[in-house]
């Protein structure tokens, strides 16, 4: 994981990618026999599935997410960066200071109970930020 050293810099504690698909248990068949990615089914507080796979090291935490949806799910189409940050409200407001556009206010994920944001990027593609 690239860490970002300067004092403007969001404090990011964990990293995660979100892969909506139209079938959990086809697409961990793909990932897990075609590209060798172990990961583990999981059912969320919903009952539906998702397959989840998690690395870890002395830079923080990656977490690849196949989620049920479809290819408009996410802002920027069926792929959605996430990252856990530190100081999650002191972000957000230093965020809004600097004038970030934001697609989504506070709210909660589906089946999650974490707190989180979507700002914009240049380009228009949403990123998560979710409280640590």
């Not at 026999?33 to 599935?49: H, N, W, Y």
């Not at 870890?56 to 802002?75: E, K, N």
């Not at 996430?82 to 556009?101: H, N, P």
Request: charged share 20%.
């Amino acid at each position: 994981m690239v860490s970002i050293h300067h004092e403007n810099a969001v404090n990011i504690v964990s990293a995660g990618v979100n892969v909506y698909v139209s079938d959990v248990l086809r697409a961990h068949r793909w990932y897990s026999d075609v590209l060798g990615l172990k990961m583990e089914i999981t059912p969320d507080e919903q009952s539906s599935r998702y397959c989840e796979s998690r690395s870890a090291d002395d830079q923080g935490l990656v977490v690849f997410r196949l989620l049920p949806g479809s290819a408009t799910r996410g802002l920027s189409g069926n792929v959605q960066l996430a990252f856990s940050v530190a100081q999650f409200d002191k972000t957000v407001a230093e965020l809004r200071a600097i004038g970030a556009t934001f697609a989504r206010e506070r709210s909660l994920e589906q089946g999650c109970v974490l707190s989180c944001v979507t700002v914009l990027d240049p380009d228009g593609n949403g990123v998560v930020l979710y409280e640590k």
